[in-house]
């Protein structure tokens, strides 16, 4: 299959169409035609999707785009897509049942095909999420496939090689493949298997919107937008209407709030403590606590849970100082038992320090031996760095913030990190 360099280039349609169109078209697209092709040609509709995305971006940056762009996109990729079908003798009989719907496709489409969208990318993200399709490779194919991450990015992400990206791409590819038609259906009890997958894909695109991989973009937003419109969709469908699937968007809609106090105005990020709540989105802070209460409904205590209160608990607090950190570092001890991850080990060594003191926060770390993955990362570094500098160990801390900054990912964490870690060794 033809690989995408993701959806970065096609990001900026012209002038007339909304920021973001291609990206989110991507997925439309690939969600529809997957339901009336099939899934298990799901890499001759992928290829067919990009040709299609990438001839507009062509022709409509001169002739500007026509009046139903998204029909446009569709009968472009549809007939690219039965193009490729009609090579092999075994697919003839898709031709047969498709053909009708070519000429059909020539007009705009009906506002039923709009209609039908939500229900598509729901369906198209839970087939993703096959449970025969290995755990990585499900998140993988999702975030490739729904979310238009590059592989750069999915690797960054995932803590893993382009290469192990690819590999587990390509095993998804095969298991979809051998599914045949009966792949996009998912029953009601596939559902709730597949669930808790969704809600993990969901909650990355989120997470790479908030502090993205990307190497010339911190904070992407449309990315963090399109988490919580998918996350909608699956809260008011039936399927979602449980509890980790409301504290999931009480979670995003309290990040939200925040995110137009991340950046000072050269696009630098700020810290936690540098960022002026009065820009703070109250709306969003109320919409996120509506969800965390509505999340409180029935026995399960989730990730997301416990997540969704430690940034209720910021969101809420009058200042950085005030914050009640207490609540914060017991908060993160209880997501270490749900969820077990020697990063929330590390998130709980930091509010420990605020809390008690470096010395404290160093203690929550004492005996703890990474696992490569984050031995490896910028976050386990740029922590223990702040935690020593705190606590007087300046050599060691310095040590520390040097490798830090030279794993992290772009060139914003890369100053966020200097001006964090360096400033007392000036």
């Given at each position: 299959m033809q690989e995408l360099s993701g959806l970065n280039a096609p990001a900026s349609p012209p002038a007339s169409l909304p920021k973001h169109f291609f990206r989110r078209e991507y997925a439309n697209l690939v969600a529809l035609l997957s339901r009336r092709i099939g899934v298990h040609h799901i890499e001759a509709i992928e290829d067919a999707v990009q040709s299609a995305l990438m001839t507009a971006l062509e022709q409509w940056g001169h002739s500007g785009a026509p009046g139903n762009p998204s029909a446009w996109l569709y009968r472009v990729a549809h007939?690219?897509?039965?193009?490729?079908?009609?090579?092999?003798?075994?697919?003839?009989?898709?031709?047969?049942?498709?053909?009708?719907?070519?000429?059909?496709?020539?007009?705009?489409?009906?506002?039923?095909?709009?209609?039908?969208?939500?229900?598509?990318?729901?369906?198209?993200?839970?087939?993703?999420?096959?449970?025969?399709?290995?755990?990585?490779?499900?998140?993988?194919?999702?975030?490739?496939?729904?979310?238009?991450?590059?592989?750069?990015?999915?690797?960054?992400?995932l803590f893993l090689s382009e290469a192990n990206v690819y590999k587990k791409l390509s095993r998804a590819r095969q298991r979809l493949h051998a599914m045949g038609k009966e792949g996009w259906d998912v029953a009601g009890n596939q559902q709730n298997d597949r669930l808790p997958t969704v809600h993990h894909v969901l909650y990355l695109l989120f997470t790479e919107g908030y502090l993205s991989s990307h190497a010339e973009q911190a904070i992407r937003r449309e990315l963090c937008a399109e988490a919580i419109r998918l996350a909608t969709l699956l809260t008011a469908h039936r399927i979602g209407q449980e509890s980790t699937s409301r504290a999931l968007r009480a979670l995003m809609h309290l990040h939200m709030a925040r995110l137009g106090s991340r950046q000072d105005e050269t696009g630098a990020l700020l810290l936690l403590?540098?960022?002026?709540?009065?820009?703070?989105?109250?709306?969003?802070?109320?919409?996120?606590?509506?969800?965390?209460?509505?999340?409180?409904?029935?026995?399960?205590?989730?990730?997301?849970?416990?997540?969704?209160?430690?940034?209720?608990?910021?969101?809420?607090?009058?200042?950085?100082?005030?914050?009640?950190?207490?609540?914060?570092?017991?908060?993160?001890?209880?997501?270490?038992?749900?969820?077990?991850?020697?990063?929330?080990?590390?998130?709980?060594?930091?509010?420990?320090?605020?809390?008690?003191?470096?010395?404290?926060?160093?203690a929550v770390l004492k005996g703890v031996e990474p696992p490569t993955w984050l031995a490896g990362s910028y976050?386990?570094?740029?922590?223990?760095?702040?935690?020593?500098?705190?606590?007087?160990?300046?050599?060691?801390?310095?040590?520390?913030?040097?490798?830090?900054?030279?794993?992290?990912?772009?060139?914003?964490?890369?100053?966020?990190?200097?001006?964090?870690?360096?400033?007392?060794?000036?």
């Open positions: 007939r690219r897509v039965l193009d490729e079908l009609r090579g092999a003798a075994r697919r003839r009989a898709i031709i047969s049942e498709q053909s009708d719907r070519v000429e059909a496709s020539e007009a705009p489409l009906e506002v039923s095909f709009e209609q039908e969208l939500p229900d598509d990318l729901l369906r198209m993200l839970f087939v993703c999420c096959d449970p025969q399709i290995p755990a990585a490779s499900q998140l993988v194919f999702s975030l490739k496939v729904l979310c238009g991450f590059d592989v750069r990015e999915i690797a960054l992400r403590e540098e960022q002026e709540r009065s820009l703070w989105d109250q709306s969003e802070i109320q919409e996120g606590l509506k969800w965390l209460a509505a999340s409180a409904e029935g026995e399960t205590f989730s990730r997301y849970h416990a997540e969704a209160a430690i940034a209720a608990e910021h969101c809420l607090a009058p200042s950085f100082k005030d914050t009640r950190w207490h609540r914060v570092a017991e908060l993160y001890e209880l997501l270490e038992h749900v969820s077990p991850s020697p990063l929330h080990r590390l998130n709980r060594a930091i509010a420990t320090a605020e809390w008690k003191g470096a010395q404290a926060g160093l976050l386990w570094s740029a922590a223990q760095s702040d935690l020593l500098r705190r606590a007087g160990e300046k050599e060691k801390a310095r040590e520390r913030a040097l490798t830090a900054m030279k794993t992290a990912p772009n060139d914003a964490i890369r100053q966020l990190l200097k001006k964090r870690l360096m400033p007392p060794f000036h």
